[in-house]
């Protein structure tokens, strides 16, 4: 209650000051107005491009044969490994005695075997390990080479297409490349969920795919393959 009143009693105070300050001080003259804001004007008519990421990347031949130059390479590469992982197994299942009854002696042999067989698959799991450390290593660093090189690629065809044009933005979308995409679920759940503005709705006439395709294709179909 003390708090309360001296609380209300400061409140209070601050009116009545508030109250003899109005009073005795003369009215300060009327602010001048703002000073106008610059708006610019929006420019009406822009032509906007758009292209299908998804059905480029399926039909352009560079990505598809430098998807295919990773595939080959990764089977190269994990043959051995694949063999690794198999002696792994057959180790495996040779460290049991598939339920056979021993006699002391041996046991204490197959002791010894399975100690000698333990150490190998350790050393072999180990190996297993930094092998397919070092593939995924040499498959992403190369995969990032080969992204690098479509997204330059792609990005110098689409800003000459969209200047001959006379675009003012050339906007990508992912969508389905067939009809029978188009009955996807997928698809239908990825436009349900757009990862960034994309049409429902798109006018055949802004719609730039096939054109990069012939550009990209033509470029790019003598470009000799590493």
Do not use: C, H
């Not at 339920?99 to 698959?121: C, F, H, W, Y």
């Not at 050393?123 to 690098?148: C, F, G, P, S, W």
């Amino acid at each position: 209650m003390i708090r309360w009143s001296v609380l209300t009693a400061a409140a209070m105070v601050g009116v009545g000051g508030a109250v003899v300050t109005a009073t005795t001080i003369p009215p300060k003259p009327p602010a001048a107005p703002p000073a106008p804001v610059e708006v610019k004007a929006t420019i009406i008519g822009q032509k906007i491009g758009f292209f299908n990421m998804a059905k480029l990347m399926k039909n352009y031949d560079r990505a598809k044969t430098g998807v295919a130059r990773l595939n080959d390479r990764k089977m190269r590469m994990t043959a051995n490994l694949i063999g690794m992982r198999a002696m792994y197994l057959d180790a495996q299942k040779a460290s049991t005695n598939n339920g056979i009854l021993l006699t002391p002696d041996q046991l204490k042999e197959l002791a010894k075997e399975q100690d000698v067989r333990m150490n190998s698959m350790v050393k072999l799991a180990r190996q297993i390990e930094d092998m397919d450390r070092d593939i995924n290593k040499l498959l992403n660093d190369q995969a990032t080479i080969v992204i690098t090189e479509l997204y330059d690629e792609i990005r110098m065809a689409v800003t000459e297409l969209a200047r001959e044009e006379g675009l003012s933005a050339m906007l990508t979308y992912p969508d389905a490349s067939t009809p029978e995409e188009m009955e996807s679920p997928m698809v239908k759940e990825l436009k349900l969920k757009p990862p960034a503005a994309q049409p429902f709705f798109l006018e055949a006439s802004v719609d730039f795919t096939d054109e990069l395709l012939q550009r990209l294709n033509t470029r790019y179909a003598a470009k000799g393959e590493k």
